[in-house]
């Protein structure tokens, strides 16, 4: 049987893994490793800098950042002095394994219990030749990651599992749930009283 390559692009049969949790206390400050996130639909990690005095905007495309951890690996292949690349030096907030990012863009993929959608591509900056030294930018290129939105509020923790939702069946189950809260408001409402 012959399959079309959007059926191929739409099956994602990998499952990933959450291999670390980043955080930014502050613009231009470390990097800090965590052993769990909480993230909030429409904002990102509640402990990120990008987050604090904001409020949840479902439209923002870069609510968070992944980084595929097979891609540090060329980095650093590509960077002249040959040095090794960790995902704090680039700054990305969620470090995956075992799954393509690329198969997570424009699409809905869960984080544990967490659900997000991809939303585009993670361009590097110009600071990664201040972190990364001479050849950085050029390094980084092709390999910076995902951004993607926070569907709903949890959770995130290293080892979580990383897999893509079949838009059709996130879009069906969307539906169930507007349908099963319209039931569930049909069934709450009190009598008026009469008179």
Known sequence: MDRSTRALVAEVPQRGRLLEVLVRPGRREPVRS????????????????????????????RQVTLIQAEHLAVV???????????????RRNL?????????????PFTIGAVRFEGTGWCHPCSRMEEVLGPGGFQAM???????????????????????????V?????DAADTDDARADHRHDRSPRPEG
Do not use: F
């Open 34 to 61: 965590v052993a769990e996130a909480e993230v909030v639909a429409g904002l990102g990690l509640t402990d990120d800098h990008r987050t604090r005095n904001r409020a949840p905007d479902p439209t923002a495309k």
């Open 169 to 173: 069946a996130a879009v069906a189950d």
């Open 141 to 167: 290129r092709g390999h910076g990651g995902l951004t993607a939105r926070v569907l709903t509020d949890g959770v995130l923790r290293p080892g979580d599992t990383v897999a893509a939702v079949d838009p």
């Open 95 to 107: 470090v995956v394994a075992g799954i393509n990012l690329a198969s997570l863009r424009d699409r």
């Open 76 to 90: 650093a292949a590509l960077l002249p002095q040959g040095r090794s690349v960790n995902a704090a030096l680039v």
